[in-house]
C-alpha cells in the first residue's frame, strides 16, 4: 500500500459496451409519447435499481411495508416496556418480600396472602409520577421520541418511493405483484435491459449491460470488498492474550460508510461521483489531514452517544435472544458466517442474493470442518459435569412426578432450568464417538463453495492455526453477540486509534483504483474485473496482465470474480482482455480434460459418491459436485469401477477438467438443437465424453431457472477446484505430482477455436496436486447462510477418528 501514490493519476475509461459515438451523450433523445413516464432519463440509477432490486428480493410492496411498520411497532414496544418495567413494578411485592394482604369480603383466608399480578403494578398516577421525577428518564424519552419520529418520516418517504417501484414492476415490466415471486432477479434485469432501449432510462448509453446494472447497485460494496482485499480497512487487531482477533461489527461498518461515501465530509460528492479533489495527487497530504479530522470528529460522536447505543443493543439484544437461549439453550453454539467472512468471501458484482446462496451451500461443509476439532480435556470435564448435572436433574424430575408440591419449593424451578441449560451446552462439547472425520477433504468440500482459501491451509487442514482462521469467517452464534453487545464501546477507539493512521492510504487507494465509466460514474477499478490491470500471474494470467503487485487483486480476487459473474451472466460480453482469458482457459479444459476421468464414470460413481458424503440423497448438480470430490478418494483406496476394472488414479482438478468439457459440449449441443431446422430427435447429440445427457437434462428440464441456477452454481464450484489447483502447482511447483503435462499456449482471441467464452464453457486443470484421502462428508445445500445447527466444538484435535 506504501507505492499507492507512484501507481497511476485518476482515470476516465469509455465502456467497452459504448455503442454510440463520442459526444452522443449530449444529444437529445426522441422517445415515443406512448412510452414517456416518469422513468425517462431517472437522475439517480443507483437508489433506482437498488430499490428494484430490493424490491424483487423482498416480495414485493406488501412485505417491505409490513416490515418497516412492525421495525417501527418494535422500537416503540421496547421503549414503553422498558419504561414500565423500570418505573411501575413494585419489586417487593413481586418477589414476596412484602406481604400483601387481601381484605376483600367473602375471599377464602388461605388466599388473602396471595400475590396476584396486579398486586406487583404500581397505578397510573404514581407510575407516572415516578417517571416525571427521573430527569435521566425524561431524557432518554426525548432522544428515543425523536428517533422514533426520524425513522416514521423515513418510512413515510419509503412508502413513496416503493410505491413508485410497485408502479415500475406493473407498468414498464409488465410484471403483476401476484406473479412477482415467480421470476428470478436474472428474468427482472433482462426486462430492465430490454427496457432501456425503449424508455431510456439512462440517456448516456443507448443500451445498459449487466454489468452497469450490478455496478449502480454494487458501487460502494465493491469499495468495501476491494479495501478488505487489500487488508486496508483495520479490522485485524493485535490483542494482549488473544493474539490476531478480527473483529467487524454492523456498528463499526455503518461507521466506515459513513465516513468515506455517504456522511458529511465523505469522499463521494453524491451517490455516483467521487469528489474531484480526491481525483488529484498533487495535494493528497493535505486531504490525508482533512479526512483524519472527519474520522476524529465520527470517533468522538461515537464516544459521546457509546451509552445510549449501549443501553439500547443491550435492550434489543435480551428481548431478541433470551427466550431462543431459554428454548434451545444449544443456539448460542451454533455458527454463523460473520460480517468480516461475508466481505472477504464475496466476489466483486456480487449481489446479496447469490452471495447468501453460496455461503448457505457451504454452511454444513463448514460446520463439518469446524466440529471436527475437539479439545480432548474438554470433552473429559464435559461429561463429568453433564453426569453431576443429569443426575441431580433426574432426582427433581424424579420428585415432582411423586408430588406435584415440589415446585412449589421456592427456587426449584429455577434449578430445574439451569440443570437443563447445563447439560444442553456440555453435551454440545462431547463429540460423536463413532463419527470419522477427514479435515483436507472438508477443507476441499468448504473450498468448492466458498471459493477463496489462503495457500498455507492446504496440507495443513489439520491444525488448530487453520481451524483458528476458518472461525474468524464462520464465527459461534455467541461470539457475533458479545461482540455487537460491545461495539459502541470498541468501535470509537478503532476509529479514533487505528483507522486515522490511515487515512493517507485511503486516500491513495480511491484515487488509484477509482475509474469513471461512461454511463455508470465512478467505480472501484477491482470491480471491472480488468485481468490486464488487477490480474495476478500465479492465477492463470501469465502474461496476459500488467498488474504490479500493489495493483494485483489478492487471493485471485480478479480472475474468481470474472469467472463468478460470466456463469450468472452468461448473455453478458466480457471486453478484449477477459474474453482472451477465458478462451485460453476454456483451451486448457479442452486439452487437459483428455487426460482426465470420463464423465460417464464419474456420474456412475455419483450414487456411491453422495452416500460417502452425505445421509441424505442428491440429484443433478449435487451429483456432479460429488463425484468430482469424491473420485480422487474412490481410485487411490483401490475400489472398483462398475466394469470389475480398477480406475487409474486421479485428482479432483482432473476430474473437474471432465466434467467442465461436458458441461460445454452439452450446452453447446442443446444450442445447436435449439437453432437447427433438423427437429430435436434426430440430433440428439451423443458423444462418449458427455455425460450430461445420461443425468436426463431435457430441454424442459434446461429451461427451468431453478435448475439451471443449481448447474451453474456447481459449475463455478468446479471452477473454484479447478482454479485453486493450478493456482497451487504455479506458486509450490514442488507439491504437483511428478507428471508431465505440455503446457497450453497462449493465443489470442481471433485465433481461438470458435468457441465463444460463456458460462457454459468449463474449464481443466494441468499438473494436478496431490489429495489426502480418505472420507469425508458434503450435506445437501442450504438456503441461508445463516441458518443455525445445534452443535459446536472447540480444540485441537479429531472428533472420533481421523484420516
Same mark, same amino acid.
Not at 432510462?201 to 449487466?210: A, G, P, V, W
Not at 435448475?707 to 493450478?726: G, K, R, T, V
Given at each position: 500500500m506504501a507505492n499507492f501514490e507512484a501507481y497511476q493519476e485518476y482515470q476516465r475509461i469509455e465502456d467497452f459496451e459504448e455503442d454510440s459515438p463520442p459526444g452522443e451523450e449530449d444529444l437529445l433523445l426522441h422517445v415515443p409519447e406512448g412510452l414517456k413516464d416518469s422513468w425517462h432519463h431517472i437522475k439517480n440509477l443507483d437508489n433506482f435499481f437498488a430499490r428494484i432490486y430490493h424490491f424483487h428480493q423482498k416480495n414485493g410492496f406488501a412485505c417491505m411495508m409490513m416490515s418497516e411498520f412492525f421495525e417501527l411497532v418494535q422500537f416503540l414496544f421496547v421503549v414503553t416496556f422498558t419504561t414500565f418495567?423500570?418505573?411501575?413494578?413494585?419489586?417487593?411485592?413481586?418477589?414476596?418480600?412484602?406481604?400483601?394482604?387481601?381484605?376483600?369480603?367473602?375471599?377464602?383466608?388461605?388466599?388473602?396472602?396471595?400475590?396476584?399480578?396486579?398486586?406487583?403494578?404500581?397505578?397510573?398516577?404514581?407510575?407516572?409520577?415516578?417517571?416525571?421525577?427521573?430527569?435521566?428518564i425524561i431524557f432518554l424519552l426525548i432522544m428515543a421520541a425523536i428517533f422514533w419520529i426520524y425513522r416514521l418520516v423515513k418510512v413515510f418517504c419509503n412508502v413513496l418511493s416503493y410505491w413508485e417501484i410497485r408502479q415500475f414492476y406493473i407498468k414498464a415490466l409488465k410484471i403483476r405483484m401476484d406473479e412477482l415471486c415467480n421470476f428470478t432477479w436474472q428474468?427482472?434485469?433482462?426486462?430492465?435491459?430490454?427496457?432501456?432501449?425503449?424508455?431510456?432510462?439512462?440517456?448516456?448509453?443507448?443500451?445498459?449491460?449487466?454489468?452497469?446494472?450490478?455496478?449502480?447497485?454494487?458501487?460502494?460494496?465493491?469499495?468495501?470488498?476491494?479495501?478488505?482485499n487489500k487488508s486496508l480497512l483495520p479490522v485485524q487487531l493485535q490483542l494482549p492474550l488473544l493474539g490476531n482477533v478480527v473483529f467487524l461489527t454492523q456498528g463499526l461498518k455503518y461507521n466506515f460508510e459513513l465516513i468515506l461515501f455517504w456522511g458529511p465530509g465523505s469522499l463521494f460528492q453524491n451517490k455516483w461521483n467521487l469528489h474531484p479533489k480526491y481525483k488529484r495527487n498533487g495535494n493528497r497530504l493535505e486531504l490525508a489531514q482533512q479526512l483524519s479530522r472527519v474520522i476524529l470528529l465520527i470517533g468522538l460522536a461515537n464516544l459521546l452517544l457509546c451509552p445510549?447505543?449501549?443501553?439500547?443493543?443491550?435492550?434489543?439484544?435480551?428481548?431478541?435472544y433470551t427466550e431462543i437461549i431459554r428454548r434451545e439453550p444449544g443456539s448460542l453454539g451454533a455458527r454463523r458466517w460473520s460480517l468480516y467472512g461475508r466481505l472477504y468471501l464475496r466476489h466483486f458484482n456480487e449481489l446479496d442474493h447469490e452471495l447468501h446462496g453460496r455461503l448457505g451451500r457451504g454452511y454444513k461443509p463448514t460446520s463439518k470442518y469446524m466440529n471436527s476439532f475437539t479439545s480432548p480435556l474438554l470433552t473429559v470435564l464435559a461429561k463429568n459435569i453433564a453426569f453431576f448435572s443429569g443426575s441431580v436433574l433426574a432426582v427433581l424430575?424424579?420428585?415432582?412426578?411423586?408430588?406435584?408440591?415440589?415446585?412449589?419449593?421456592?427456587?426449584?424451578?429455577?434449578?430445574?432450568?439451569?440443570?437443563?441449560?447445563?447439560?444442553?451446552?456440555?453435551?454440545?462439547?462431547?463429540?460423536?464417538?463413532?463419527?470419522?472425520?477427514?479435515?483436507?477433504?472438508?477443507?476441499?468440500?468448504?473450498?468448492?463453495?466458498?471459493?477463496?482459501?489462503?495457500?498455507?491451509?492446504?496440507?495443513?487442514?489439520?491444525?488448530?492455526?487453520?481451524?483458528?482462521?476458518?472461525?474468524?469467517?464462520?464465527?459461534?452464534?455467541?461470539?457475533?453477540?458479545?461482540?455487537?453487545?460491545?461495539?459502541?464501546?470498541?468501535?470509537?477507539?478503532?476509529?479514533?486509534?487505528?483507522?486515522?493512521?490511515?487515512?493517507?492510504?485511503?486516500?491513495?487507494?480511491?484515487?488509484?483504483?477509482?475509474?469513471?465509466?461512461?454511463?455508470?460514474?465512478?467505480?472501484?477499478?477491482?470491480?471491472?474485473?480488468?485481468?490486464?490491470?488487477?490480474?495476478?500471474?500465479?492465477?492463470?494470467?501469465?502474461?496476459?496482465?500488467?498488474?504490479?503487485?500493489?495493483?494485483?487483486?489478492?487471493?485471485?480476487?480478479?480472475?474468481?470474480?470474472?469467472?463468478?459473474?460470466?456463469?450468472?451472466?452468461?448473455?453478458?460480453?466480457?471486453?478484449?482482455e477477459s474474453s482472451v482469458f477465458i478462451s485460453h482457459l476454456k483451451e486448457k479444459v479442452q486439452h487437459d480434460a483428455q487426460s482426465g476421468p470420463s464423465t460417464q464414470l464419474l456420474l456412475s460413481e455419483a450414487p456411491l459418491c453422495t452416500s460417502l458424503q452425505s445421509n441424505e440423497s442428491a440429484i443433478g448438480p449435487d451429483n456432479l459436485l460429488a463425484s468430482v470430490l469424491a473420485h480422487p478418494i474412490l481410485t487411490a483406496s483401490g475400489l472398483q469401477g462398475r466394469d470389475h476394472?480398477?480406475?487409474?488414479?486421479?485428482?479432483?482438478?482432473? #476430474?473437474?477438467? /471432465?466434467?467442465? +468439457? %461436458?458441461?460445454?459440449? @452439452?450446452?453447446? *449441443?442443446?444450442?445447436?438443437?435449439?437453432?437447427?431446422?433438423i427437429p430435436p430427435e434426430s440430433t440428439m447429440y451423443r458423444s462418449d465424453r458427455t455425460g450430461i445427457d445420461s443425468m436426463c437434462i431435457s430441454d424442459s428440464r434446461v429451461r427451468s431457472? #431453478?435448475?439451471? /441456477?443449481?448447474? +451453474? %452454481?456447481?459449475?463455478? @464450484?468446479?471452477? *473454484?477446484?479447478?482454479?485453486?489447483?493450478?493456482h497451487q502447482q504455479s506458486s509450490h511447483p514442488q507439491r504437483s505430482l511428478g507428471q508431465s503435462q505440455s503446457a497450453m499456449p497462449m493465443r489470442d482471441l481471433h485465433t481461438s477455436t470458435g468457441l465463444q467464452p460463456h458460462s457454459g464453457i468449463g474449464f481443466s486443470v494441468s499438473m494436478p496436486a496431490p489429495v489426502h484421502l480418505g472420507g469425508w462428508q458434503e450435506e445437501e445445500e442450504e438456503d441461508e447462510g445463516d441458518q443455525e445447527i445445534n452443535s459446536g466444538s472447540t480444540g485441537e484435535q479429531g472428533t472420533g477418528g481421523s484420516c
Open positions: 418495567l423500570v418505573n411501575c413494578v413494585e419489586y417487593d411485592v413481586l418477589f414476596a418480600n412484602r406481604a400483601v394482604n387481601h381484605t376483600t369480603p367473602g375471599l377464602n383466608p388461605l388466599d388473602r396472602n396471595k400475590v396476584t399480578l396486579p398486586d406487583a403494578i404500581l397505578p397510573s398516577q404514581q407510575c407516572t409520577q415516578r417517571i416525571q421525577e427521573n430527569s435521566w428474468e427482472v434485469q433482462d426486462r430492465l435491459i430490454s427496457l432501456q432501449r425503449e424508455q431510456q432510462m439512462c440517456i448516456h448509453k443507448k443500451e445498459l449491460t449487466e454489468l452497469d446494472i450490478y455496478h449502480r447497485i454494487l458501487r460502494f460494496k465493491n469499495y468495501m470488498v476491494a479495501m478488505i445510549f447505543i449501549l443501553v439500547w443493543q443491550v435492550l434489543y439484544a435480551f428481548f431478541s424430575i424424579a420428585l415432582t412426578v411423586y408430588d406435584e408440591d415440589v415446585l412449589t419449593v421456592q427456587h426449584i424451578l429455577t434449578a430445574i432450568t439451569v440443570l437443563g441449560v447445563v447439560i444442553t451446552i456440555t453435551r454440545s462439547f462431547i463429540p460423536d464417538e463413532h463419527m470419522v472425520w477427514c479435515p483436507e477433504q472438508l477443507l476441499q468440500c468448504m473450498l468448492a463453495h466458498i471459493h477463496y482459501m489462503p495457500d498455507h491451509w492446504r496440507g495443513n487442514a489439520n491444525k488448530s492455526e487453520t481451524r483458528d482462521e476458518v472461525a474468524q469467517l464462520f464465527q459461534y452464534k455467541a461470539v457475533f453477540i458479545l461482540e455487537e453487545l460491545l461495539s459502541p464501546i470498541v468501535t470509537p477507539f478503532i476509529l479514533i486509534f487505528h483507522l486515522r493512521n490511515k487515512s493517507l492510504e485511503i486516500i491513495d487507494f480511491f484515487r488509484n483504483f477509482t475509474v469513471e465509466v461512461v454511463g455508470v460514474g465512478d467505480i472501484c477499478s477491482f470491480a471491472q474485473m480488468d485481468i490486464r490491470r488487477h490480474g495476478n500471474p500465479t492465477w492463470l494470467s501469465a502474461g496476459q496482465t500488467e498488474a504490479s503487485v500493489y495493483q494485483q487483486a489478492e487471493n485471485g480476487k480478479t480472475e474468481l470474480s470474472l469467472m463468478h459473474f460470466t456463469i450468472k451472466n452468461p448473455h453478458w460480453q466480457p471486453p478484449q476394472r480398477f480406475i487409474p488414479p486421479a485428482t479432483a482438478a482432473s #476430474a473437474a477438467a /471432465s466434467v467442465l +468439457a %461436458s458441461l460445454s459440449t @452439452s450446452q453447446v *449441443a442443446h444450442t445447436h438443437r435449439a437453432h437447427s431446422s431457472n #431453478a435448475l439451471q /441456477s443449481e448447474f +451453474a %452454481s456447481a459449475e463455478m @464450484s468446479l471452477h *473454484a477446484i479447478y482454479m485453486h489447483e493450478l
